[in-house]
């Protein structure tokens, strides 16, 4: 069961880790720059950020972005806005419930957060006052009613349409936001899928004001595998697992050359088994990403991810 | 800002900490019973089968089940099978992965393990080899070979039924076996509900050779709803939190007291904001779980949760 | 750079994931013997039950036992208390904060716990109410008061006395207890080493009654080496990581055969690069550890784990 | 018990989260501003940032600082040189590791890294190739002699002299270096407290070539009491946990208003009980930290975040 590294190009390929410096005039990319040649997460986010680069600069790169997470809560709808705006992805794969809180800030409902420990919160109290909690930000009752009121009034055109199809007419629905993940991607004609709509606010909503609504999710599982069947080159970023993670990868087994540049930004971990933490070498055992593929797993906060690698893609695009 | 706890009745609650010993005669009730005094993850394991032993007492409450991860794969398909052949489990909720892998196991096809340290492993050679790994378990080629074989000869009476009418109808195409989920779904009429169905390799295959196939989502959506509204009583076990998780918790909101009893075991965290780490309490402020709810969160391996929880409350039943 | 692995040997190791059932007969035997053959942590538990008790039954292996975290405080004290008179550690290694509650303990005065929720408490308040908190557990001030007063009335036989001498004295000093851990180290001549015993109430409290007192540190350590030195065979089971993870693994450099069984109870994880969370196959870079040992890394809180080890070693010893 | 929040003034203090945009112009600062009004741990981190820019405004406050895990083989020892020479710390508690890395370092035996997948590598082969692999780090066995040579050839003023004046000593007996923490420390007379020093391969040297060393722990731990009773107000910086942050906080008890600013990064967790992972505030159930503190705890590893802080940091002082 001998392994043949480190061998004498593993001594070779050794340099000094990088005690660097941060001066008056470090700016995002010379920080990336120097935690290239860190270690820890550091170097991994560094890697990342690299990855992310090239794969935006490999114009047969199909760019496949999964996000799982709280993350318009959160504040990072204008954020993820930006990567679509920017071309940093080409298709979309979210949570019924990022969608739901898209919609919500689109139609001026905000997600609302302040100077609070939330150990000195009562969580029955905020119920009596109708504030939903996740974690440290809030929503009240109210922004499900804006978005009750929207959904009532829609006129969708097809009940059977997929639910990518129904996605990018909910777009053009939406009022006009700089921040509006749905609408970007409309515009833009980003594909959005969400194979688990109906585990969200939103797709209830639907559901009890359009009581013969069946939108079609066979329809999006197969174009997300024709997607990858047809891509020359294909690139993941996987922001915390779940459904997007699995639903991106399975569709990857049928792109020729599997992905060629894969990152990973998780909190969770692979020792309990679970596809959310687990390795992107393990995913080399499935086919789903290429033996030669460029990779890095951060283990991040994604709130904290996310602005650092748009900061760092934005500079290199536009300054360096 | 003030919390008026602790308070003097906080110190009359106060007691001992358990420094207990294990004996020749200790069976699994006996420790939960010393556990329930100590601290830690130790202390919430024990409530967490109290909870549950409560659970199954109270005749009216309806027990929703909601399970993610790798748990087949990892040898814990005879336990979630007995947990819904001992009646502890009303209502089902799992992933795509969870049906895949108890297709493949029913039909005879097996996941493998061995003596190896998975850092020995080439994952591109597990590629070549045909073997895929879901951490240090894997899965040959060749069980998805079988599940396709089996799904392509599949007479599905009807394109457009629910979800969890086909896995209703799913369970008796299997053949008998007394470790099968959807076997003993099927024949205990325990509805099984999987809002991420097409994020799976049995979707995939059934979407290959069923080209019309479009499953409707959207009833099991209001279905759920209505299992919720119609429970005078409700109780819920998350085992690993994500799509199954909040599918429950968003109908629970539905169910006039909301849930009486939760179980959460997962090895995520709160911090990030994500639904799987979130605490029981935070749900209080959605009205998802009662104020005066019993519940506990384990931050466990559910592999390790599992066979324990079953064990206690199946001696619980039989002995004691 | 490709690894061998796997190899023809490779499929011919794996056996079936065992999809074990729950009997009415099952014991921790039966139980810990299922748990060999499935995935993930269940399976790693079952081999560090399994590495334990070959450790044991090796009568030439020293056993090397280091332990950080809040046993005594969540109910363990017993538990360690009877690993050592069970003859299961021949060398103890901990941190001040487990010598200062077990002295508490021993004593007579006890941590506290009950049914509340530690978010309705109001950590100012237990200031108030001299109640200190370690998670769900609570501390009443008065536990110093008496460790005070014990420690103010010793006679210190020699103030330049190796710390490992210092506890042996102690244990001495103790009254008799059936679980406490210093007084049967005493009794069984365990040695305990604790380098960072100044770190530690019990520490401060003797370094304010005998502001003369020097403890020496460094005899210690070298004698640490020494036993590893002369330790034909070594074992080690860390429990937490900390300061006596890496000071067992420091000494086991200088074992000739380096350890030849490992195990890990943490929770904590590789990537941040830390030594807590460092896997053993890393420690065999450094000669810690023999590249034939068995290992095994549980991901597990220690309140679960030492309890399970504890009941399937004493199983195997007296009745299978 | 019931808590008194939410109240009215609750949603009085609340606001919109932030959908920020990152722009052309963005900087450090403006990040962190931005991020102070998001949720999870970006806030966290923004609040952590804003915290200590207070601290060090307060010219009273003494600042503790301390640290565990393997900060410079990771690339920090430069950032960490820096946060104390300008001005950012007043009081530094580390382990062992550190040192004795910071020595390594300092003499111009340097940690590497490289482009490798640490998965690819064969810890058996290292051991042989004489590489100590931590993480993704790598330490070559002759950094460890190049460590000897200089620790066999130091004049030791007095063998019973405290660790905390040996490490001053030992600064001085260093070369120049713009990178060395016990460098700046000795030139800025800052102490360093190392209450498990000799849990490390630079004592381990030490005790070998000076049989009769035994450094004082005792003065040392009496001496931060002294530090912590003279603050008229404090605050600290705790960057991993471990025994630097055991051994500021038991001398913070005796600090007459506690710690009035309290920073903690940390990837561990509070469920399993332990301190590194346990909450500011059950610190405040021991009177460690004062109940008006301003505090925050970011789960992030710490070689993102002590770049990002510094950063942060030196902006505000220099340009804002």
Chains 1, 2, 3, 4 share one sequence.
């Not at 298709?91 to 990022?98: I, L």
């Not at 359009?210 to 069947?229: I, R, S």
């Amino acid at each position: 069961m001998m392994k043949n590294m480190p061998d004498k190009d593993f001594k070779e390929k050794l340099k000094r880790v990088n005690q660097f410096k941060i001066k008056n005039n470090t700016d995002i990319v010379d920080l990336i720059k120097h935690l290239k040649d860190t270690g820890f997460n550091a170097k991994r986010l560094a890697l990342a950020c690299d990855i992310y680069k090239e794969m935006i600069e490999d114009k047969e790169c199909v760019k496949f972005f999964g996000q799982a997470g709280a993350m318009v809560p959160a504040g990072m709808q204008g954020i993820i806005h930006d990567f679509i705006e920017e071309d940093f992805i080409d298709v979309f794969v979210t949570t019924g419930a990022t969608l739901t809180h898209d919609v919500a800030e689109t139609l001026g409902f905000h997600h609302l957060q302040g100077e609070v420990d939330i150990r000195d919160l009562n969580d029955v109290k905020l119920h009596e006052e109708e504030m939903n909690r996740i974690y440290d930000v809030f929503l009240p009752n109210k922004v499900y009613e804006g978005i009750e009121d929207f959904v009532s009034k829609l006129t969708i055109p097809d009940y059977n349409m997929s639910v990518s199809s129904f996605l990018n007419f909910l777009g053009k629905e939406l009022p006009e936001n700089s921040n509006s993940i749905l609408k970007i991607c409309s515009e833009k004609n980003i594909p959005i899928f969400c194979p688990a709509f109906t585990d969200s606010g939103l797709a209830l909503q639907l559901g009890f004001h359009h009581q013969k609504l069946n939108l079609n999710h066979f329809k999006d599982m197969l174009e997300m595998v024709n997607l990858a069947w047809d891509a020359k080159s294909s690139g993941v970023c996987i922001i915390g697992g779940g459904v997007p993670k699995n639903f991106i990868f399975q569709s990857l087994q049928f792109c020729p050359n599997s992905a060629s540049y894969a990152i990973q930004i998780t909190m969770d971990r692979p020792e309990s088994g679970g596809l959310s933490g687990a390795t992107l070498r393990e995913a080399m055992s499935w086919g789903k990403i290429n033996e030669k593929a460029k990779y890095s797993t951060v283990i991040l906060d994604a709130t904290i991810a996310l602005p650092i690698i748009l900061w760092y893609l934005k500079k290199s695009k536009y300054e360096h």
